[in-house]
């Protein structure tokens, strides 16, 4: 059992504008596997990269629809301590998040201010028509019932660049932030930790990580279980 150091705690007490960068070790908790651990799906299976890419969508878009169905849906995921509170914390005006997962448990959790920086499987639109199209229809039919056309999941896919409206939106929130929050992530992942040289040069940097983190920029490092570390911190 630990307890959150009392300068960290008021660190976040204090702070009004907080972002925190999360990854997959934020969701591990609710059931999610980390893809790119030790028995992670990328370790197991040498071409998920290639799987999970748009040259692979294109070419074989029914070998991509059924990979997807099979490695990266787990519906009925629930968020945890984690997301629940950075989640109150943005519904007090005072955080932002921006994750790499794709996994929706944010937007369960009634997460204001994020950005989905790689897109988001629950989103699911039409690439004919362009319609939104329910995720559940998806999962039984990759084809838009409405028009014939391929439907895919709204996620960043390998050879195609983040969506300019997910980098705006991070760079505004980090270039105001005062407390900047790693969670769950290695930040070894680009575009993604790239954006720690865009923060505002005057904000603290703490990152939460079972795994000690090297960074290029002046940080504490809380080498804790996130989950006992989010149970114990007060927001």
Known sequence: MINVDAAIQTQFDQ????????????????????????????????????????AFFKADPQEFYDFCKQ?????????NVIHDKQSELTNQGRAAVITQNIDNLYEVA??????????????????????????????????????????????????????SEAITRSLAYLQQADLV????TSMRVYPFAGLLNYRNPQATVIAVNQEALSL????????????????????
Not at 38 to 53: H, I, P, W
Not at 123 to 152: A, F, M, T
Not at 181 to 184: H, N
Request: aromatic share 12%; net charge negative.
């Open 110 to 163: 009634g997460t204001q201010e994020l950005v989905d920086f790689h897109g988001n499987l629950f989103h699911v639109s039409c690439e004919k028509c362009h319609q939104s199209v329910d995720w559940h229809d998806y999962l039984k039919n990759r084809i838009h019932q409405g028009c014939g056309g391929p439907l895919r999941p709204d996620i960043v896919l390998y050879d195609e660049g983040i969506p």
């Open 15 to 54: 702070a009004q504008h907080i972002v925190f960068l999360t990854g997959a070790g934020v969701s591990t908790a609710s059931g999610i596997p980390d893809f790119r651990s030790a028995n992670g799906l990328y370790t197991q299976n040498k071409n998920a990269e290639y799987y999970l890419s748009h």
């Open 181 to 184: 929050v790693i969670v769950g």
């Open 216 to 235: 290029p920029v002046k940080f504490e490092m809380i080498q804790e279980d996130a989950v006992q570390f989010f149970s114990e911190l007060e927001v």
């Open 71 to 79: 490695n990266l849906y787990f519906p009925d995921a629930q968020p």
